[in-house]
């Protein structure tokens, strides 16, 4: 089987490649192709791969200097993992949109709306090659935001696009410190989700034959305990851990439904001028200048992660250091991760029936939507089939909110496959927050200003209809 990682040099390659090889069912004349713009990091993710215990027992060639095309040719799997456009348009975007009153991400906001417009391209044209060398195989995007690319592949090529989010184990965690107070990962909660991506819904679910929202309730109806934390985390992460559980259980009580995954821009669409208060109340405004020395600051560090990371390439790694080191040095991407949406992709795709939760066009798998509305939702994976579970709904208390949002990303991807400015302005009118407000006409346009070199010329006659 053909693996194709592009963008292979991400550091989360690390632990997702440990994981497919560590299964002895899977470990059948795997190619795995890493590649990446920078080559150096390819070269440096493909020697560190070849160091751990799971490479070393398996029956597998790793690949790292060659050309897209090649690697493409024939493949069977390909994953899409990097962001696109400048940080510099992408942190100046942030701040405009706070300014504004709007919430940033790369996700569900106007400026993942944006990020989209650079990012589509992009993928599209992976996936014009794709069409010529490897027609069947499956991408598994992981570029946000992933609904839009989703749409936007499904809809307009040949191949067959699955939306991948690293939220995807988020719920084995949460539900692990909600219901257990445990802070670790448990597989052990199968549920069945539906939704956008980052505001899904659990419908049902069972953990080891007892029901979910049984042992939901018994928790919450309990006197709470403190959350006893692993030593992974710093301080800011431990807040934002805790605030997010508060948030769940909170959406929980008042709305009764469960969310599948804890991403903060989600979140944020069920109590957005609250949560947008506390973001304001701590945040003092960016000047450009600010702003530049900030990312030269993120670059630093960045490079001192990259430098670190690879560093261990020369280092003698014992069988203790890929069993524990991940705890030592407080870094999840060496950790063996099998639980990985990807993983499981690559596995069901082998033939091991597996349950995964990726966005895709409806198809009628959820009802009362369009078959072309994109969505997140559970599907389960077995060879060639990739078919929806049964009885997918939204919550008719979310119908509304989660309907605008599919609206307006599946819009988008009309927009970028057409490069047509007005079915962008249409796709920005239906996102449900703020709708044709003279604020958010005045985000689109300096939104336009900032990212005028990396999005299609045409989308600069988006400002006629505003």
């Known amino acids: 089987m ?3 990682f592009i963008g292979g040099g991400a550091h989360r390659h690390l632990g997702i490649i440990r994981g497919l090889l560590d299964e002895d069912e899977t470990n059948n004349d795997f190619k795995i192709c890493l590649y990446d713009i920078n080559k150096r ?8 791969i070849e160091k751990t215990p799971e490479y070393k027992k398996a029956n597998c060639k790793i690949l790292w200097n060659g050309e897209l095309e090649e690697f493409l040719d024939g493949a069977n799997f390909v994953s899409t993992v990097f962001m696109p456009g400048t940080r510099l348009s992408f942190e100046l975007c942030n701040e405009i949109s706070l300014n504004y009153g709007f919430h940033s991400s790369d996700n569900i906001s106007f400026n993942g709306a944006f990020l989209a417009l650079k990012g589509g391209p992009i993928i599209l044209d992976i996936c014009k090659k794709m069409e010529k060398y490897c027609p069947d195989a499956i991408l598994a995007n992981f570029v946000n935001p992933v609904a839009v690319i989703s749409a936007l592949i499904n809809n307009y090529t040949k191949i067959k696009c699955l939306g991948v989010c690293a939220g995807y184990t ?11 107070n445990k802070d670790e990962e448990n597989p052990d909660f199968d549920v069945e989700v539906c939704g956008v991506n980052h505001l899904s819904f659990i419908l049902r679910g069972r953990y080891r034959e007892k029901d979910l929202f049984e042992l939901l309730n018994q928790s919450i109806s309990k006197k709470s305990q403190k959350l006893k934390f692993s030593n992974l985390w710093s ?9 997010g559980l508060e948030k769940v ?7 009764g439904v469960l969310l599948f995954s804890t991403e903060g821009d989600g979140m944020c669409h069920l109590f957005y001028e609250e949560t947008l208060q506390e973001i304001l109340r701590n945040k003092k405004k960016k000047t450009l200048r600010e702003i530049k020395k900030e990312i030269k600051e993120w670059e630093k560090r960045k490079e001192i992660l990259d430098k670190n990371f690879f560093s261990l390439v020369k280092e003698n790694l014992d069988k203790n250091f890929w069993e524990r080191g991940w705890k030592k040095l407080k870094n999840l991407n060496l950790k063996k991760d099998k639980n990985s949406i990807f993983v499981k992709i690559i596995r069901g795709l082998m033939g091991k029936k597996e349950k995964i939760v990726t966005s895709q066009v409806n198809k009628n798998s959820v009802r009362s939507f369009p078959e072309r509305f994109v969505l997140e939702y559970s599907q389960v994976v077995e060879g060639e089939n990739i078919k929806p579970v049964e009885n997918l709904f939204i ?5 509304g909110l989660i ?10 991807a009309d927009a970028i496959y057409y490069r047509d400015p007005k079915i962008l302005y249409n796709a920005l009118c239906s996102y449900p927050i703020n709708q044709l407000s003279k604020k958010s006409k005045k985000l689109w346009r300096e939104f336009l200003e900032i990212n005028e070199s990396e999005i299609p010329i045409e989308f600069q006659s988006l400002k006629d209809y505003i």
Do not use: C
């Open 403 to 412: 309907s605008s949002i599919s609206q307006h990303q599946t819009l988008l």
């Open 41 to 48: 990091r390819a070269e440096g993710m493909a020697r560190l």
């Open 2 to 4: 053909k693996l194709v």
């Open 170 to 180: 988020n719920h084995m965690w949460d539900l692990n410190r909600i219901i257990f």
């Open 395 to 399: 919550p008719e208390n979310m119908f």
């Open 235 to 243: 301080k800011k992460t431990k807040d934002f851990i805790e605030k």
């Open 249 to 255: 259980i909170e959406i929980y009580k008042k709305f």
